[in-house]
């Protein structure tokens, strides 16, 4: 359980990383962001497969970390979105 968390916590890094090179202003800094890309990948390992989603490159670390930096992705832009229209 402790393995599987520092893992998940390390993809979320990585991939929050990966969202920050692409969706810049969010104005939370780098540890901010890596927060939310870990947020964001943890929300997205646990609801792609509820909703049935899955990708088509099978599984392992490469599929983890395309799956959380989609999560990161989306999760950011949600964020930047709200911080725009609440400014």
Do not use: N, S
Not at 11 to 36: K, M, N, R
Not at 63 to 85: D, E, H, R, S
């Amino acid at each position: 359980m402790l393995t599987a968390l520092i893992i998940a916590l390390v993809i979320g890094a990585i991939a929050c990383w990966l969202t920050g090179l692409l969706v810049q202003g969010t104005g939370f800094g780098l540890l901010g962001d890596i927060v939310v890309g870990i947020l964001g990948a943890l929300i997205t390992t646990w609801l792609f497969p509820v909703l049935g989603i899955a990708l088509a490159i099978g599984g392992g670390v490469l599929g983890t970390i395309i799956l959380a930096f989609i999560g990161a992705m989306i999760l950011l832009v949600i964020v930047k979105v709200i911080k725009q229209l609440t400014a």
